[in-house]
C-alpha cells in the first residue's frame, strides 16, 4: 500500500489545542501569549495517521500527518532558514514512516518559493497542491455563478493576490472568460507587469488596484489568494450578489460574513470532497478540516499517491500552466476526488440557503438603485 506524507500547522490558538491530545486542557488554561511562546519550543512530530484511504476507481493509500506547530504569523516572522530547518525536519518525518510524496500545507508551503527550496533538500518528492487547489478553486467559481445567475462574459472580477502562485493561473484563465479583470497585489511593480502580460493573453480589460477595497467595489467575482495573517476585505465592500471565493489560509475574509451579510454568496475555494470521507475522520484536524471537504492541497497529495505519480509536483512559482490543471483535474476524477459543495467558515451551504441569498441581492441592488435616484433628484 503505497503511502504519502502531509505537513499541517495550527491556524489559531484555538485548533492548536486540537494537537495536543490530552495536554489541550492544560493549555487551555494558560495565558494565550504564554501558549504561543511554548509553541516556539515544539519539534514537528506525527499527529495522525490514516491507514486505509479508498479511491473510487479500487487503489488504497494510506497517509502520516505531521504538525508542524507555529501559527501561520509565526512562520511569516521567524527567520526564514529556521522555518525552512522544521519544515525538513517534519518532511523528514513523513519520509521515515514510508511516505512516497509530501504535500506541504497551509504556509509550509510559501516558504522557500512555494517549495522549491526545500525539494533541492530533501529526496522525497514533495507538492504544494496548488494546482488541484486552483482547479477547484475555478471551478466552485463557474458554479456560483451559475447559482447566482451572473454572465461570466459579461461579468467584472476582481483577484486579490494576482500576483502569487495561484492568483496568477486563476487570473490568466479568467481573462478569456470575464469582460473586465481588477487586480491588486502588495508588489505594485510586479503587480504592473503582470498586467502587461494578462492583457496580451486573454480579452478582458485590466484594472490595477492599490487598495483591495477598490478592487471590489464593482466585482461580480472575486477571488482572493493572498499571504496576508490578517482579513484583508471588509464585507461592507462588496456588491449584493457577489460570489467570493477566499482560498487564503487563514482567511482573507471574516468567517462570521454570513451572519453580517445574507446577499452575497462567500465560500471557501479550493475544498474538494474523497470518494469515502469517512476515511479520514480526525479529531486532531476538526478545527482544520471541514466536516464533508478535504482541503485541495491535502486532495492532489493523495490523488498523485492514487496515481503513483511520485515526482515534484505543484513547485516552484509561476509553474502552474493550464494544462497542467486539466491533467491533475482528469487524475482526481478518476479517484473519485470532486469539488465540495460550498462551505464557509461554519457550515455547508444547502440549495434553499443559495435561493435565499440569491433574492435577497436582487432586493438590495432595488433598493441601492432606488436610493441613488434618490440622491440624484
Given at each position: 500500500?503505497?503511502?504519502?506524507?502531509?505537513?499541517?500547522?495550527?491556524?489559531?490558538?484555538?485548533?492548536?489545542?486540537?494537537?495536543?491530545?490530552?495536554?489541550?486542557?492544560?493549555?487551555?488554561?494558560?495565558?494565550?501569549?504564554?501558549?504561543?511562546?511554548?509553541?516556539?519550543?515544539?519539534?514537528?512530530?506525527?499527529?495522525?495517521?490514516?491507514?486505509?484511504?479508498?479511491?473510487?476507481?479500487?487503489?488504497?493509500?494510506?497517509?502520516?500527518?505531521?504538525?508542524?506547530?507555529?501559527?501561520?504569523?509565526?512562520?511569516?516572522?521567524?527567520?526564514?532558514?529556521?522555518?525552512?530547518?522544521?519544515?525538513?525536519?517534519?518532511?523528514?518525518?513523513?519520509?521515515?514512516?514510508?511516505?512516497?510524496?509530501?504535500?506541504?500545507?497551509?504556509?509550509?508551503?510559501?516558504?522557500?518559493?512555494?517549495?522549491?527550496?526545500?525539494?533541492?533538500?530533501?529526496?522525497?518528492?514533495?507538492?504544494?497542491?496548488?494546482?488541484?487547489?486552483?482547479?477547484?478553486?475555478?471551478?466552485?467559481?463557474?458554479?456560483?455563478?451559475?447559482?447566482?445567475?451572473?454572465?461570466?462574459?459579461?461579468?467584472?472580477?476582481?483577484?486579490?493576490?494576482?500576483?502569487?502562485?495561484?492568483?496568477?493561473?486563476?487570473?490568466?484563465?479568467?481573462?478569456?472568460?470575464?469582460?473586465?479583470?481588477?487586480?491588486?497585489?502588495?508588489?505594485?511593480?510586479?503587480?504592473?507587469?503582470?498586467?502587461?502580460?494578462?492583457?496580451?493573453?486573454?480579452?478582458?480589460?485590466?484594472?490595477?488596484?492599490?487598495?483591495?477595497?477598490?478592487?471590489?467595489?464593482?466585482?461580480?467575482?472575486?477571488?482572493?489568494?493572498?499571504?496576508?495573517?490578517?482579513?484583508?476585505?471588509?464585507?461592507?465592500?462588496?456588491?449584493?450578489?457577489?460570489?467570493?471565493?477566499?482560498?487564503?489560509?487563514?482567511?482573507?475574509?471574516?468567517?462570521?460574513?454570513?451572519?453580517?451579510?445574507?446577499?452575497?454568496?462567500?465560500?471557501?475555494?479550493?475544498?474538494?470532497?474523497?470518494?469515502?470521507?469517512?476515511?479520514?475522520?480526525?479529531?486532531?484536524?476538526?478545527?482544520?478540516?471541514?466536516?464533508?471537504?478535504?482541503?485541495?492541497?491535502?486532495?492532489?497529495?493523495?490523488?498523485?499517491?492514487?496515481?503513483?505519480?511520485?515526482?515534484?509536483?505543484?513547485?516552484?512559482?509561476?509553474?502552474?500552466?493550464?494544462?497542467?490543471?486539466?491533467?491533475?483535474?482528469?487524475?482526481?476524477?478518476?479517484?473519485?476526488?470532486?469539488?465540495?459543495?460550498?462551505?464557509?467558515?461554519?457550515?455547508?451551504?444547502?440549495?434553499?440557503?443559495?435561493?435565499?441569498?440569491?433574492?435577497?441581492?436582487?432586493?438590495?441592488?432595488?433598493?441601492?438603485?432606488c436610493s441613488s435616484k434618490t440622491k440624484s433628484q
Amino acid at each position: 500500500m503505497d503511502k504519502f506524507g502531509f505537513i499541517v500547522h495550527p491556524i489559531s490558538i484555538e485548533s492548536f489545542y486540537d494537537f495536543l491530545w490530552f495536554w489541550s486542557k492544560f493549555a487551555k488554561i494558560l495565558p494565550k501569549e504564554t501558549v504561543k511562546n511554548i509553541m516556539l519550543k515544539f519539534r514537528p512530530y506525527r499527529l495522525c495517521s490514516f491507514n486505509k484511504i479508498r479511491s473510487s476507481s479500487g487503489p488504497i493509500i494510506s497517509g502520516e500527518i505531521v504538525a508542524l506547530p507555529l501559527l501561520p504569523v509565526q512562520i511569516a516572522s521567524i527567520i526564514k532558514e529556521r522555518v525552512l530547518d522544521l519544515i525538513e525536519e517534519a518532511i523528514r518525518v513523513c519520509e521515515k514512516r514510508g511516505a512516497k510524496i509530501v504535500g506541504l500545507g497551509g504556509f509550509t508551503s510559501v516558504v522557500g518559493n512555494e517549495g522549491e527550496v526545500l525539494s533541492k533538500r530533501v529526496d522525497v518528492p514533495l507538492t504544494s497542491g496548488n494546482t488541484l487547489t486552483a482547479a477547484l478553486a475555478l471551478e466552485g467559481i463557474y458554479k456560483a455563478v451559475r447559482l447566482m445567475d451572473i454572465s461570466l462574459p459579461a461579468s467584472t472580477a476582481a483577484i486579490i493576490g494576482a500576483t502569487g502562485d495561484i492568483g496568477s493561473i486563476c487570473t490568466k484563465i479568467l481573462s478569456k472568460k470575464v469582460k473586465q479583470l481588477n487586480i491588486a497585489a502588495r508588489n505594485e511593480g510586479k503587480l504592473q507587469k503582470f498586467a502587461n502580460l494578462i492583457t496580451n493573453y486573454g480579452k478582458a480589460k485590466v484594472k490595477i488596484f492599490k487598495y483591495t477595497k477598490d478592487a471590489v467595489l464593482d466585482a461580480d467575482i472575486v477571488l482572493t489568494a493572498t499571504s496576508a495573517v490578517t482579513t484583508v476585505i471588509d464585507p461592507v465592500h462588496l456588491k449584493p450578489g457577489a460570489v467570493v471565493c477566499d482560498i487564503a489560509m487563514p482567511a482573507d475574509i471574516a468567517r462570521e460574513i454570513t451572519q453580517i451579510r445574507d446577499d452575497i454568496l462567500v465560500f471557501e475555494g479550493g475544498l474538494a470532497r474523497i470518494a469515502h470521507m469517512e476515511d479520514i475522520k480526525s479529531k486532531e484536524l476538526a478545527h482544520i478540516v471541514p466536516a464533508k471537504g478535504v482541503f485541495g492541497c491535502v486532495a492532489e497529495t493523495m490523488a498523485l499517491t492514487f496515481e503513483n505519480k511520485f515526482e515534484p509536483y505543484s513547485i516552484g512559482r509561476g509553474n502552474i500552466t493550464e494544462e497542467k490543471i486539466e491533467e491533475i483535474k482528469t487524475i482526481a476524477a478518476r479517484h473519485g476526488i470532486v469539488l465540495s459543495d460550498f462551505f464557509c467558515g461554519y457550515k455547508f451551504f444547502t440549495e434553499k440557503e443559495i435561493e435565499n441569498i440569491k433574492k435577497n441581492a436582487v432586493k438590495n441592488r432595488k433598493k441601492n438603485k432606488c436610493s441613488s435616484k434618490t440622491k440624484s433628484q
